[in-house]
């Protein structure tokens, strides 16, 4: 089974058509697969969704409507939130 782990800027743009979307689509929506994310990606995902609307490039609504499909996919573990320990961000500076 294929595991893939996602950071924010690449999984929003599952949530929101940028440069890059068509490819996390192809990603994401593959069957066999497993998607993951660090906790911490839910809250960054937000905060990008927030500045969005502040720059004007989406709608409240849609902020409203991603953040309900961002949940939702959580729910029914299509993305699945991983949490992030010391150990292992020590062993992610030994591989860069």
């Given at each position: 089974m294929l595991r893939q782990f996602f950071d924010s800027s690449a999984l929003i743009k599952y949530y929101h058509d940028?440069?890059?979307?068509?490819?996390?689509q192809i990603l994401v929506g593959g069957s066999g697969s497993e998607h993951y994310v660090a906790r911490l990606a839910w809250v960054e995902i937000l905060s990008a969704l927030a500045k969005k609307v502040r720059t004007g490039t989406i709608v409240s609504p849609d902020y409203w409507r991603f953040r309900l499909r961002l949940r939702a996919d959580i729910n029914r573990r299509l993305i699945r939130p991983l949490r992030m320990?010391?150990?292992h961000l020590s062993r992610s500076q030994k591989v860069l």
């Open positions: 940028e440069i890059g979307s068509a490819k996390v320990l010391n150990a």
